[in-house]
């Protein structure tokens, strides 16, 4: 005699009417809806912008930015260009050279300090790394003032070398650099590397380099991005303004406006121009990043 069990509890269920649950759709929705809200938190300033660069000074001061009518956007270019003699792009310049050499020295000697770190071993090498991380503790607005009396020292305040300096050294960035070698430079590598004859700086620079590049446009994409926005050592280091970067000359426009008005337009719309460099650069770094992500998947 054989019988046939039926599942009693999925039968009551059923029986009742009782919904399905979703436990994640809620979950799901809120995480969402919460990155919506970031990245129009995040999208709104740079909107603001993007309106108000082409306004006139009465549209600014009235409150009018956001509106899409009154566009001045090449009469506020052809102001920004001719004021004070085409000051601005002299600035501009003096923040490419300042972020772009650099940043490019920079990433360099993290990358080399980081290598350094990782493969050899030497004494006191830990407490020395110790001491590099104790380095990106001290806030940068701490070393402005000995950077001063150094540079005062040496006599290269008020010059493109107090600015430029200061810039080549980043801990963070050897930090970051060791980590990276760490996880993109295989030992046997470097070891098969001079069985083969080579010397320890083409091991580095034809190998070594090369595996961690993802890591040095990592450190000089930051370091990159914090030179172009410092204000602070510029501000210590410099008194002429043919010297100023972007960000110090747009900051001595602005403390202008209460007296001139006119000043209004030429802050906004340089500020647009501002941010372009670092839009740019993020653009045509990002496949080192994608490759440095990947590189993992195939090893």
């Known amino acids: 005699m054989s019988s046939t069990l039926t599942p009693v509890r999925p039968a009551v269920e059923a029986a009742a009417g009782k919904p399905r649950r979703r436990p994640w759709t809620m979950s799901r929705t809120a995480v969402n809806g919460a990155l919506v809200l970031a990245t129009l938190y995040t999208l709104l300033p740079l909107g603001w912008l993007l309106t108000a660069s082409a306004k006139n000074t009465a549209d600014l001061i009235g409150g009018r930015s956001l509106g899409a009518g009154n566009f001045h956007l090449g009469q506020n270019l052809h102001e920004l260009a001719t004021a004070g003699d085409g000051i601005y792009f002299r600035w501009y310049l003096n923040s490419l050279l300042y972020a772009g050499i650099g940043a490019l020295l920079c990433a360099l000697i993290c990358v080399c300090a980081g290598y350094a770190f990782h493969v050899y071993g030497f004494p006191g090498k830990e407490k020395l790394f110790g001491v590099v991380l104790l380095g990106v ?15 005062s020292q040496l006599h290269i305040v008020n010059t493109y070398w107090a600015v430029l300096l200061p810039s080549l050294v980043n801990p963070f960035g050897v930090y970051l650099a060791r980590v990276f070698c760490a996880g993109y ?36 994409l930051f370091q990159f991005t914090a030179i172009w926005n410092n204000f602070f050592l510029p501000l210590v280091m410099l008194s002429d303004n043919r010297l100023f970067p972007v960000s110090l000359g747009l900051y001595s426009w602005n403390a202008q406006t209460h007296a001139f008005p006119e000043y209004y337009p030429l802050v906004v719309t340089g500020s647009l121009l501002a941010i372009l460099p670092l839009v740019i650069a993020f653009v045509l770094l990002q496949r080192h990043w994608k490759a440095g992500l990947t590189a993992g998947s195939v090893k």
Do not use: C, H, Q
């Open 137 to 151: 503790l001290v806030p940068t607005t701490a070393l402005a003032l000995p950077m001063y009396l150094l540079a």
């Open 185 to 220: 430079v295989p030992g046997e590598t470097l070891e098969a590397a001079r069985m083969d004859g080579a010397g320890e700086l083409r091991t580095f620079w034809s190998i070594g380099l090369k595996m961690v590049m993802p890591g040095f446009v990592t450190v000089f």
